[in-house]
């Protein structure tokens, strides 16, 4: 996972500047809610979790990313529970939350179940959302880096 490259002070600025509590507080909401609901179907928890291969005790923000980040599991997720929204979940809010995870991480030192296994994870769904929150990320850094020039 290139996120987890991402130098610390750059983390947590772009969490101060980028995410707020507000933001971060929903999508974790959001998450958390969700993979409750998908564990209310067994069947589909489990299949849903064999898909990703994920660990046993994967904290359930991990989980929503890596269920989300797939496109077949999203789509059946939306599908199975009658979603009234598109196919996806904004890669957006993935993102900031791959983002926020990789912050915890390594700027707040927070062990997280499951996030050694989310950043050797390898799947095309994850990589764009990878690809997304570092992209996000050098455009923060850009952005730090410019300056004004009077002539």
Same mark, same amino acid.
């Given at each position: &996972?290139?996120?987890?490259?991402?130098?610390?002070?750059?983390?947590? /600025? !772009?969490?101060?500047?980028?995410?707020? +509590?507000?933001? %971060?507080?929903?999508?974790?909401?959001?998450?958390?809610?969700?993979?409750?609901?998908?564990?209310?179907?067994?069947?589909? @928890?489990? +299949?849903?979790?064999?898909?990703?291969?994920?660990?046993?005790?994967?904290?359930?923000?991990?989980?929503?990313?890596? =269920? &989300?980040?797939?496109?077949? %599991?999203?789509?059946? !997720?939306?599908?199975?529970?009658? $979603?009234?929204?598109?196919?996806?979940?904004?890669?957006?809010?993935?993102? +900031?939350?791959?983002?926020?995870?990789?912050? &915890? $991480?390594?700027?707040?030192?927070?062990?997280?179940? /499951?996030?050694? !296994?989310?950043?050797? @994870?390898?799947?095309? /769904?994850?990589?764009?959302?990878?690809?997304?929150?570092?992209?996000?990320? =050098?455009?923060?850094?850009? $952005?730090?880096?410019?300056?004004?020039?009077? =002539?």
């Amino acid at each position: &996972m290139n996120t987890f490259q991402i130098a610390e002070s750059a983390l947590a /600025g !772009y969490k101060a500047e980028h995410l707020s +509590d507000d933001r %971060i507080n929903a999508l974790v909401e959001q998450a958390n809610t969700q993979v409750d609901e998908i564990a209310q179907n067994q069947a589909l @928890y489990d +299949d849903f979790r064999s898909q990703v291969n994920a660990p046993e005790n994967t904290d359930k923000i991990i989980l929503w990313v890596l =269920f &989300m980040s797939n496109e077949d %599991i999203c789509s059946e !997720y939306i599908d199975a529970f009658d $979603k009234d929204f598109t196919d996806t979940i904004p890669i957006s809010d993935i993102a +900031d939350l791959l983002i926020y995870l990789v912050y &915890m $991480k390594k700027v707040k030192d927070t062990e997280l179940e /499951g996030f050694d !296994y989310l950043s050797d @994870y390898e799947d095309e /769904g994850l990589a764009d959302v990878d690809q997304y929150a570092l992209t996000n990320a =050098f455009l923060y850094i850009q $952005k730090l880096k410019e300056v004004q020039i009077d =002539f």
